[in-house]
């Protein structure tokens, strides 16, 4: 769902396909070839089937772009926002050979070409057959410098899909008791994430006692007991194709002291990180704010993974805030911060907000508290 002021033409402009031409040609590339998923969607708002079939956007660096498409799915594709952005659209049929039908159309003597991040190797070699004398690099090099700098709909969508994940973060307690298992838990939460407004639920983790020390844990029949600590992630996609991502740490009953002591220092450097956030300041420079104050404390070795990672179309893409990045940070790019600290064995905290970065800073996009919620145990 959109709101009134966020249509489809909002969140998916006309003019990006021209401003991924633009920058094909300013990379000194011939044509980008964009596949489904994200990239597609980002184009042009065509949520297309990732099918055997060939379904390819071009977009030529001289040239009209076009999108090739499997016959029997050209209606659903006019049918799409793509279908309203003047570009040609091409049905092949079963008895044609749609890689030869994109060589014909790329420009004359291409030589260089970028395929999607994300497109299945069978067609990167397909299209290495067709087109052998053209040298092939990702387009996710030109594509990433769009999509990092959210508009002011695409911030709109984050927001709402950041309200519906909190939502869900708000009712924890309903689910989250001793006698339970994490599975039990995470399919009702599953559910409250479509409940809440989301299209799909992409992710649960609900990890307690020394299933919290793995930041990825996967659920699984372990029975919640009185004094565990439970990090509980979760995530999903809404309507509008955008992401919601954000960790809270929880304790039924009262958890060991150690672990308040723990999650003291946790919830100071997630919150120096997110009250940091501006522009200019590089994605290292953030990741160390909240690494020094953990290290300070004793648990650096704990802290295993980056800060945080971009989010819009996919829960994980650039910007990531993590050591090593000199990439300054700019109005538009959101990104979770989301210290950790695990000891193996024994349990683990996580915080984790969705942030965007504004003119004056940083907006949260999560406004749920961060305080350690203590569940009846």
Known sequence: ???????????YPADRIAKACEAAADAGLDALLVSPGADLRYLTGYQALPLERLTCLVCPADGDPVLVVP???????????????????????????????VADRLPVGSKRIAVDNHMWAEKVLA???ALPHAEQGLAGDVLRELRMRKSPAEVAALRRAGAAIDRVHRRIGEWLVP??????????????IIEAGHATCDFVIVAAGPDGASPHHEVSDRVIRTGDPVVVDI???????????????????????????LYAVLQRAQ???????????TAQELDAIGRDIIE?????????????HGIGLETHEEPYIVAGSERPLEPGMAFSIEPGIYLPGRFGARIEDIVVVTEPGGERLNVTGRDLVVLPG
């Open 1 to 11: 769902m959109t709101d009134s002021h966020d249509s489809a033409a909002d969140l």
């Open 296 to 308: 300070a404390a004793g648990y650096g070795e704990h802290f295993v993974h980056r800060t945080g």
């Open 71 to 101: 016959a029997l799915e050209k209606a659903a594709a006019e049918a799409s926002p793509v279908g309203g952005l003047g570009i040609e659209i091409i049905g092949w049929a079963e008895t044609e050979d749609p890689y030869a039908l």
């Open 127 to 129: 299209f290495r057959a």
């Open 179 to 192: 006698g339970r298992t994490e599975r039990e838990v995470a399919r009702d939460i599953a559910e409250a």
């Open 271 to 281: 919150q120096a990180q997110t009250e940091a956030v501006r522009p200019r300041l």
């Open 235 to 261: 995530g999903g996609t809404t309507a509008d194709g955008y992401c919601s991502d954000s960790t809270r740490t929880y304790a039924v009953g009262e958890p060991h002291p150690e672990f308040r002591e």
